[in-house]
């Protein structure tokens, strides 16, 4: 028997993931098959004079479509109507498709890319944040009074600017789909690797000029997603689509991974302006951050990623004055978008070193500057959020210092360091992370949850939420267990299919646990609640008697089906229109520790043992839930240190694995993982949001390590060997 | 000259991925007379007459081999799509080195990339059949 909630239950699919038999989109072929391409725009910005083709090939054989073959609408359904699915008159970024080909064979459809030329007129690009004029969205924070605060006498004021270059999400497993139209009937199915497939089917009926109940989505399984499966798939869906509707045959378009990473979405550059000011012992007084991120040529998720990443962009403290302006700007490379955290690492990386070089201007040691202004239950964050839940930031901050031997390895490494070719340092970061979507989105998205009971006393999970590594299936299943009292193998989850599971909404922003769980539970409650209250249950029961009750239920009734659908949790109250209110229903909070090695030589930085402390509620699986403790850090490792995007004239110039460097079995720390239980009421079992936290921690704790192994001040991320021997040539030129 | 790896996914052998095409990420790795190799990087014409284990190939009818159970066991999977070629990694160390420390298990699956688990859990999986296995058929 396995346990409910609360246990480390094996992954629900892993067997079928370990045996090879796990079905990925570029898994299956369906009989007639044509192979799909996209053929893109060589320039950053330009007006489309015409498309030359080749005609060395017979191009008869081809499947062609450009925007006039488009039945529907050609802009893809988000926030802001402004991007193409195929650019029509105007190029906005390199890399923008233009048109599509296919052929069934995947060598001659391939081959065509380049022999299809497109004749642009190039206009001048906007190719750097610092260029740019046009704005996609703005925000603003503010509490108590900045300016006058700063005007007063006696206070110390640090200043910053700090810098963070673009991520690319790196799944293992390239995009695509595959789509199937029916045009007799008005029709279209597309199967694929996504993360939000009501994002897909939406967009794809406006497209097509299709009623939405024509329109069917399917997630096959997915190889990772970290935000990068968000929004871009719906482009890739809606290419398939085209292909299949005008060809009458089922389309498959796998990217290659040098198309994937110079093309799709990268987590968004940003840069950020800090003015901190404290009094002479270290209280927060007035914190004026600036904040800015580069969109990229559409709008996308833009003004979703600013908002969360304003937000945060304060921290874990208490400060009585407060300002964050926030911004993110149009240019002319490929749309940034969405990858775990969504903001807040970039905005909590500029706080958190800001953090420790205010500490260091008044004399405190960085954990006891953070310890006199740590939020505390009944404080207000900047946005007019008062924390009404138990937190305790002293009391992680304490653990991760006293695990990582802190204060002693600061001390040893002081003394050893002058001597030393390998100079040793230690750093920290404490921050917060909000769970579900921002502001009002949840009650907007309005989600909704579907557990069904069989005559067999089988128990299946209805959501379109996605696995897609983060152990959707296996929590969902310890979820609904815990409630009915059943044992995991007891719950079937639905594969998400849009013509079989209701909106569940996208997986993303740490709600599939918290948000969408918690609806898991309250539906799979409501089954044993119409058993019990219909008389075929008693209030306790065996799992043999609610599988007679299931069978004798569906006999009489002929189904037994309990759907619930997402309310605010009791006083949480957000103001679109003034931007303040509960931001989240709720927070995780973490202090994470990472000690760093800095060779003198080779200018290489190593991490070489991480600490990670962090509340997240009731942890429901311990094993998943630390795989992606440990899953996160790795990425933040990677952002701060390696992975560089290297930009030539608005196009990704390291668009492979081969010079975009990840983090190796080698490259990183042991990465020691805690966590600390407080219930949330929100949430099922007492559980929180936590995929994104560990994004944010990593960075910060890096360079505030390598600012204490050396004497440098690291302020632009990635820090790579190049960067770091320049910061120290400057330092003692 | 076709690759391996598109010789086999053709012959329904999927488990084996494609990551990148260009033998940086490992998911493509099968063992080729015992050896490992990338599927992606390795002409049809290497293959003729070897024997090649694929992650199909691993498992005896429902029972997992002792290194896919451990990863079951200790969350050395996530999304799943590193995984085939991981495990495939994980035994080619096992058969050459019985019993690994940590280091050398890092250094043996450094040419495997997984982005979802910062690695913690697929070494604590690799020691975890290591000291399941009987060595004899290590």
């Known amino acids: 028997m396995q346990p409910g909630a609360g246990g480390s239950a094996v992954r629900r699919e892993g067997r079928a993931k370990l045996t ?7 898994d299956v072929a369906p009989p007639g098959l044509i192979h799909g391409v996209t053929i893109r725009s060589p320039v950053s910005r330009g007006t489309i004079r015409g498309l030359r083709f080749d005609p060395s090939l017979d191009w008869s054989e081809y499947t062609i479509v450009t925007a006039a073959d488009i039945p ?40 065509a890319r380049r022999l299809i030329t497109i004749d642009i007129d190039p ?30 006498a006696d206070l110390v004021v640090v200043e910053g600017d700090y810098s963070t270059g673009a991520q690319e999400q790196l799944y293992i497993e390239p995009n695509g789909m595959i789509a199937v139209a029916d045009r007799e009937h008005g029709g279209v199915t597309v199967w694929g690797s996504m993360q939000c497939p009501y994002y897909i089917h939406g967009a794809l009926a406006a497209l097509l000029n299709l009623p939405e109940a024509r329109v069917r989505v399917v997630q096959m399984e997915t190889g990772g997603g970290f935000g990068g499966k968000e929004e871009y798939p719906t482009i890739i869906a809606g290419h ?14 796998i990217y290659g991974r040098s198309e994937d990473m110079a093309s799709t979405t990268k987590r968004h550059p940003s840069r950020t302006r800090h003015r901190t000011a404290v009094t002479r012992d270290g209280q927060l007084v007035a914190m004026d951050i600036d904040f800015m991120l580069d969109g990229g040529a559409y709008c996308t998720l833009s003004p979703v990623v600013l908002s969360r990443g304003t937000i945060h ?21 490929p749309p940034h978008g969405a990858f775990r955290g969504f903001g807040a690492p970039q905005s909590i990386f500029a706080l958190e070193r800001q953090m420790d070089r205010v500490a260091q201007a008044v004399g405190l040691d960085p954990a006891e500057f953070r310890r006199r202004n740590f939020v505390r239950n009944g404080d207000t964050l900047a946005v007019g959020q008062t924390i009404r839940e138990p937190v305790d930031m002293h009391a992680l901050l304490q653990r991760a210092l006293t695990l990582s031997g802190f204060a002693a390895k600061r001390a040893a490494f002081a003394r050893a360091n002058p001597s030393a070719r390998v100079r040793k340092g230690i750093g920290l970061a404490t921050f917060m ?21 069989a005559a067999d006393g089988g128990v299946r999970v209805l959501a379109a939420s996605t696995e897609i590594g983060q152990g959707t299936n296996t929590i969902f299943s310890q979820i609904a267990a815990e409630a009915l009292g059943l044992e995991i193998d007891d719950i079937e989850i639905a594969q998400p299919d849009t013509a079989v599971v209701p909106n569940s909404g996208p997986t993303v922003a740490s709600r599939t646990c918290m948000v969408v769980g918690k609806l898991v539970e309250s539906a799979a409650t409501g089954i044993r609640r119409t058993l019990v209250d219909s008389g075929y249950l008693p209030s306790t029961y065996t799992r043999a008697q609610f599988h007679h009750a299931c069978e004798r239920y569906i006999a009489r009734f002929g189904d037994l089906r309990s759907t619930s659908q997402y309310t605010p949790p009791p006083n949480v109250r957000w103001d679109d229109e003034t931007y303040t209110g509960d931001a989240y229903a709720t927070y995780a909070w973490a202090a994470y520790v990472a000690e760093v090695s800095v060779d003198l030589v080779t200018w290489e930085i190593h991490v070489d043992d991480f600490v990670a402390v962090q509340e997240v509620g009731r942890v429901i699986n311990p094993t998943l839930a630390t795989g992606q403790i440990e899953g996160g850090v790795a990425q933040g490792i990677g952002w701060a240190l390696y992975e560089d995007v290297v930009w030539r004239e608005g196009r990704m110039a390291n668009a492979q694995m081969t010079n975009y460097i990840m983090p190796t079995s080698m490259d990183l720390p042991p990465i020691r993982v805690y966590f600390e239980e407080v219930p949330y009421a929100g949430g099922p079992g007492g559980a929180k949001g ?20 050396t004497d440098v001040d690291p302020r632009d991320l990635p820090l790579t060997p190049e960067r770091l021997l320049s910061l120290w040539a400057a330092r003692h030129a | 000259m076709a690759r391996l790896l598109d010789v086999l996914r053709a012959a329904g052998l999927t488990g084996t991925k494609e990551g990148c095409g260009e033998g940086e990420c490992g998911a493509c790795a099968v063992l080729l007379n015992g050896a490992l190799v990338n599927s992606c990087l390795t002409p049809l014409a290497h293959a003729a007459g070897a024997a090649i284990t694929t992650i199909e190939g691993l498992a005896s009818d429902e029972q997992l081999h002792a290194v896919q159970q451990a990863f079951l066991d200790c969350g050395g999977a996530q999304c799943g799509i590193c995984t085939p070629g991981m495990v495939l990694a994980a035994v080619s160390l096992l058969r050459r080195n019985p019993n690994p420390t940590e280091d050398a298990v890092r250094e043996g699956l450094a040419g495997n990339l997984c982005r979802c688990t910062g690695y913690g859990r697929i070494f604590a999986a690799v020691l975890e059949a290591c000291r399941r296995m009987p060595q004899a058929t290590a």
């Open chain 1, 433 to 453: 992370h909000g769970a579900g979507f921002t502001g009002s989105g949840e009650v907007h998205l309005a989600s909704v949850v579907t557990v069904e009971g």
């Open chain 1, 690 to 709: 936590i995929g994104e936290l560990p994004m944010d921690g990593a960075a910060p704790a890096i360079f505030n390590a390598v600012a204490d192994a």
């Open chain 1, 240 to 253: 398939a689509a085209l292909l299949a509707w005008k060809s009458g045959r089922p389309v498959k378009m």
């Open chain 1, 72 to 111: 529907g609408i050609n802009i893809v359904k988000l926030i802001a109507d402004d991007q193409p699915y195929l650019a029509d008159r105007v190029v906005q970024h390199a890399e923008e498709p233009v048109l599509l080909v296919a052929h069934p064979d995947p060598m001659r459809a391939e081959a």
């Open chain 1, 20 to 26: 090879g038999r796990a079905l990925y989109v570029d």
């Open chain 1, 123 to 152: 206009l001048p690009p906007v190719l750097s944040m610092d260029e740019a004029s046009e704005e996609f969205k703005r925000y603003s924070v503010v509490k108590g009074d900045v300016d006058r605060a700063l005007s007063a």
């Open chain 1, 313 to 333: 962009a304060a921290g874990p403290y208490d400060c009585p004055n407060v300002r964050v302006r926030g911004r993110v700007v149009k240019t002319n490379v």
